[in-house]
């Protein structure tokens, strides 16, 4: 089967071909970074102009690419939510066009629920995983927008465990790295940063934020604070005002603490999440699920500190890890179409109705 998916949730315009929920025939991204760059983030009135612009050149692409004609698709998916409201409008309407006029199945996804499936996705020719042995799975999704955790007991069964109750991880980079006087895009350059050679990953004592024993949600506020004191000092510290031996201000934010901030955040970011992970495995194992399979996506997967953390957690937990390829963590088509496979092959589809929604389904 074959499947064309769509995807203009944020600032990416993209359209993918994949065979039988797999096999990427090809995945076309149109960034529009150039555009929010001298803006420091996404302007959500350009983004929607621009996904007009590059919708049809990017399917276009996406099926010349795959050397597929549009008669011999099967169905057409979208990412129907969450995202900026302007810009799913974009994508909807555009694969709401696409399956009247071939006459083909519309299918709108979850964006967040997409980004889980990304590390299924394979290059033609390579071997996939078989369905069957990625169930019951525990889900961590780290993007821009989201930072949430799931049980997963099929494509179309998962429950959100926990999220985020302030910022998303992405969102918390961006922050960190604007503090850090970094361009856009914040998340990737902080990441390169704190890989530099010599780069001390304990220049500071940055909180990892736990909230209640057993919670599964995120905070990142604090940590993004404490960055941000560390670079500035505590403009309300009363030793400050007074000028106080105790107070003692940061150092100058030079190069080299510049790239050890950088180490250090990375750190507590990355053990922020393998310490909700945990908590999460041995909740489902207590509760007698026993989960086979990590499955993980979103643009901040693609950062070197995580994926180390990633593999290492899910070593010592037993669980086979899927990463997806650094192509498919940001923003892709080929997440949609892929996960939209699975929502045909369980009955599951939409009509022309299907509305954009900006927040997520679960
Ligand atoms: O999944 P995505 O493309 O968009 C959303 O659905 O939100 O994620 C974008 C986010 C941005 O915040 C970006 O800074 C972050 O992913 N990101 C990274 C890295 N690459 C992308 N954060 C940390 N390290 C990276 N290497
Ligand atoms: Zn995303």
Not at 18 to 32: K, P, T
Not at 99 to 111: C, E, R, Y
Not at 133 to 147: I, Q
Not at 267 to 285: F, G
């Amino acid at each position: 089967m074959i499947v064309l998916g769509i995807e203009t949730s944020c600032d990416e315009t993209a359209g993918a071909v994949v065979r039988d929920g797999v096999d990427v025939l090809s995945s076309v991204v149109s960034s529009q970074h150039d555009i929010h760059t001298k803006f420091g983030g996404v302007v959500p009135e350009l983004a929607s102009r621009a996904h007009c612009e590059n919708m049809l050149p990017v399917v276009d692409a996406a099926l010349r690419t795959a050397g597929v004609t549009p008669d011999k698709v099967d169905a057409i998916a979208v990412g129907h939510r969450p995202g900026l409201i302007g810009s799913l409008l974009v994508g909807v309407a555009a694969a709401k066009a696409l399956a009247w006029s071939l006459g083909k199945p519309l299918i709108g996804v979850d964006h967040v629920h997409a980004h889980l499936y990304a590390g299924l996705l394979a290059d033609p020719g390579t071997t996939a995983s078989a369905e069957s042995k990625v169930f019951p799975a525990l889900g961590l999704v780290v993007s821009g927008g989201h930072t949430s955790i799931y049980h997963l007991k099929s494509w179309t069964e998962l429950k959100r465990l926990g999220a985020t109750i302030d910022d998303a991880l992405g969102e918390a980079y961006d922050k960190v790295a604007t503090i850090l006087g970094l361009p856009y895009p914040g998340g990737p350059n902080l990441d390169k940063l704190a890989q530099a050679t010599g780069a001390d990953e304990r220049v500071a004592d940055l909180p990892i934020s736990r909230l209640s024993p057993t919670s599964l949600d995120f905070s990142f506020s604090g940590l993004k604070t404490a960055m941000l004191y560390e670079v500035r000092g505590v403009p309300d510290h009363p030793a400050h005002h007074r000028a106080e031996s105790r107070y003692t201000p940061p150092p100058p934010l030079t190069d080299t603490r510049k790239r050890d901030l950088a180490a250090t955040f990375q750190r507590a970011a990355a053990k922020t999440i393998t310490l909700k992970l945990e908590r999460a495995l041995s909740q489902l194992r207590d509760s007698g699920i026993q989960p086979s399979t990590l499955l993980t996506g979103g643009g901040v997967t693609a950062n070197s500190r995580l994926r180390q953390e990633l593999g290492a957690f899910a070593k010592a937990s037993n669980l086979r890890l899927h990463l997806p390829a650094l192509k498919y963590c940001v923003d892709n088509a080929a997440m949609i179409a892929g996960i939209a496979y699975h929502h045909h092959q369980a009955g599951r589809g939409s009509d022309l109705s299907l509305e954009p929604v900006p927040t997520t389904a679960c």
